[in-house]
């Protein structure tokens, strides 16, 4: 077969070779044609096969079978965090001095209790200065403060207060050229004893509502027959919605001033309001209703604020205003040298339409603000000649004030902060020539430095106020202008124990705050200070 297949292929190949066909002797017998006979077309419709499901039992055998594994017990060990270290809680202190002109000094106090907890502080005060330059240049406070919180399981806390107060104060302002009076007669003495208390929820409510009730009463008394009493009780609720509140609350101020005659000055207030807004913007709406002596005010509790750049500036405006007393308390408070009979007693009207900006600038906090405040009766002091010092009577008028007024705050190196505050009012009187003992500018500033791990405080303060307008009663020139440089230094040695001294008034001015009631010129104090 092997060569049977061979001689086949060489017959058939020979011929092929050796084929000598002539050029142009190739006859075409007849040309090739494909042709598909016609055919039906046959269109296709595909259908999908739908199939019945039916519900399968299915029986599974689930074989319980408890493994043995040995392993080795892992190894925890604690990652090393650092903190900050906590800083020693103290309970009590105690700051106690003595300086120039003579002038001891005693501030001290203990709370008993928790700082997150229930609580009671007990605190007392003792400040006195004699000036032997000036006849009768003198003053003495004595405060004593209990006062403290009590945490309830039931969800609410209680605020508790209490203060007595014995303050004396002298009516140096007489010509000591011709006359010398005993310091019995021109002593100012103010005893004044308060009690208050506050009860609140401590924790959230069912309904989200926050709740207050409070009151605060006082007693006070002088040495010239003058008796007040006071009284202000004050409701409030707060109903959360999601993070806008809605709050109403009532107050009321009751004061009866007996001296020669008897004078009550009875207000009352409504000020329902509505906070909402989103991060961006935020508004407040309220009013406040006041009744004061069957009559009745209505004034505004608007606020507009919009916080720009990151929430670092924010731009505000809004209106707002109330009604100020005029009491015997809130006015020997401010002037010292207040009569000792109060002939008038009167609120003060006044609205507040202001706008401004706040917000922090390389970590300073920072505000501005102006405003426009029309007020009625507002209280200006005059000089009472009915005894050979003088004394300070009040009179009221309607005054319309444009203010101004900045503060800063804030680091600007390491371990150094500096802080300042001006404000500036312009008064447009009605009645009197002008804001008669109301300063317009003042201003104040300081630098302090914090070094040696707390030990280490030092502070530098400046102090401004422009010359106050008062009556020309002939006594001289007035040096009216407070320009008050202080400095300051407190050094704990150890933990517990340090030392101060307060360098006040280095340049001795002798600002007359009130006509012919020269402050204290240069005055030094040093003392000790502990905590434990």
Do not use: C
Request: aromatic share 12%; hydrophobic share 40%.
């Amino acid at each position: 077969m092997k060569y049977l297949g061979l001689l086949l292929s060489v017959v058939l190949i020979t011929p092929l070779i050796g084929q000598d066909l002539p050029a142009e002797k190739v006859e075409v017998i007849k040309n090739f044609e494909a042709r598909l006979t016609d055919a039906t077309k046959i269109r296709l419709q595909p259908a999908p096969e739908i199939k019945q499901v039916k519900d399968k039992a299915y029986t599974y055998l689930v074989e319980e079978r408890i493994l043995q594994v040995d392993y080795e017990a892992p190894q925890i060990k604690a990652a090393p965090v650092k903190m900050d270290p906590v800083p020693e809680v103290y309970y009590g202190f105690v700051k106690a001095g003595f300086g120039y002109p003579i002038s001891p000094y005693l501030d001290a106090g203990y709370m008993f209790g928790s700082t997150q907890g229930s609580n009671l502080l007990a605190r007392v005060l003792h400040h006195s200065a004699n000036d032997k330059n000036i006849e009768n240049q003198r003053f003495m406070d004595n405060n004593l403060l209990l006062k403290g919180t009590a945490y309830t399981d039931q969800g609410f806390a209680v605020d508790g207060a209490a203060k007595v107060s014995i303050d004396n104060h002298y009516f140096y302002g007489y010509d000591r050229e011709d006359t010398t009076f005993t310091k019995e007669d021109v002593q100012q003495r103010l005893n004044m004893v308060g009690l208050g208390a506050k009860i609140y929820n401590s924790g959230e409510t069912q309904g989200n509502l926050n709740y207050w009730a409070g009151f605060d009463a006082y007693r006070l008394t002088n040495n010239h027959a003058t008796k007040e009493s006071g009284l202000v009780l004050d409701l409030g609720l707060t109903k959360w919605l999601g993070d806008h509140p809605l709050t109403i609350q009532l107050a009321t101020d009751l004061t009866r001033l007996k001296d020669t005659t008897v004078q009550k000055l009875n207000n009352f207030f409504i000020n329902p309001s509505f906070s909402f807004g989103t991060n961006t913007i935020r508004a407040k709406v309220g009013a406040r209703l006041a009744s004061a002596n069957e009559s009745f005010s209505y004034f505004p509790d608007v606020e507009v604020l919009v916080n720009l750049a990151g929430g670092n500036l924010s731009v505000f405006a809004g209106a707002g205003g109330k009604l100020q007393k005029n009491n015997y308390r809130v006015l020997s408070e401010y002037n010292p040298f207040l009569v000792s009979e109060l002939a008038d007693m009167r609120n003060t009207h006044y609205f507040d339409f202001y706008g401004g900006l706040r917000g922090t600038i390389a970590g300073l906090e920072f505000s501005l603000q102006g405003g426009f405040k029309p007020t009625k009766d507002l209280a200006l002091f005059e000089a009472d000649l009915d005894k050979p010092w003088i004394r300070y009577d009040v009179l009221y008028d309607t005054v319309d004030i444009v203010y101004f007024k900045g503060s800063v705050k804030g680091p600007i190196f390491k371990n150094v902060e500096v802080h300042g505050s001006i404000s500036q009012n312009i008064y447009t009187t009605t009645v009197e020539d002008k804001a008669w003992m109301l300063p317009k500018l003042q201003a104040n500033g300081g630098v302090t430095y914090t070094g040696l791990d707390q030990a280490l405080r030092l502070t530098a303060e400046v102090y401004v106020s422009d010359a106050v307008s008062f009556v020309d009663l002939d006594f001289g020139d007035e040096p009216n202008l407070l320009f008050d440089v202080s400095l300051s230094a407190d050094y704990y040695i150890t933990k517990s124990l340090g030392v101060f001294v307060h360098l006040n008034n280095l340049a001795s001015t002798k600002y007359r705050r009130w006509y012919n009631y020269p402050s204290y010129g240069l005055n030094v104090l040093g003392g000790i200070t502990a905590r434990f």
